[in-house]
């Protein structure tokens, strides 16, 4: 099993930008696909990016945040990231790190087996 502890939340103004990250510990890294999803109140929970095993080579994105969101991974830290630029007020949610054992992320939140407790992202002036 892996334990996956987001930071970097808070609040930000609209066109700024956050950087959060997600340590895990436990099992091998590497050998996980991570994905970061989000959940706004009242919604459900949505897929944001995705990237694969290893160097991360495959990365995805939902539509809603191409261009703007970039993941990332650091193998020797054993941390993914999200950088999120140009925020928006819609980007509010909390926002969730997960990891599976597949080598391709998968944006179908029931794929995944290990769900960090998440992190609070504000967008508002």
């Known amino acids: 099993q892996i334990q996956l502890v987001e930071s970097g939340g808070g609040l930000v103004q609209p066109g700024g930008s956050l950087r959060l990250s997600c340590e895990a510990s436990?099992?091998?890294?590497?050998?996980?696909?991570m994905g970061w999803f989000r959940q706004a109140p009242g919604k459900e929970r949505e897929f944001v990016a995705g990237?694969?095993?290893?160097?991360?080579?495959?990365?995805t994105y939902a539509d809603s945040v191409k261009g703007r969101f970039t993941i990332s991974r650091d193998n020797a830290k054993n941390t993914v990231y999200l950088r999120m630029n140009s925020l928006e007020s819609e980007d509010t949610a909390v926002y969730y790190c997960?990891?599976?054992?597949?080598?391709?992320?998968?944006?179908?939140?029931?794929?995944?087996?290990?769900w960090g407790h998440g992190t609070q992202v504000t967008v508002s002036s």
């Open positions: 436990g099992r091998a890294f590497t050998a996980y696909s």
């Open positions: 997960a990891a599976r054992g597949g080598i391709r992320p998968s944006e179908d939140k029931y794929n995944y087996d290990s």
């Open positions: 990237i694969s095993v290893n160097s991360g080579s495959v990365t």
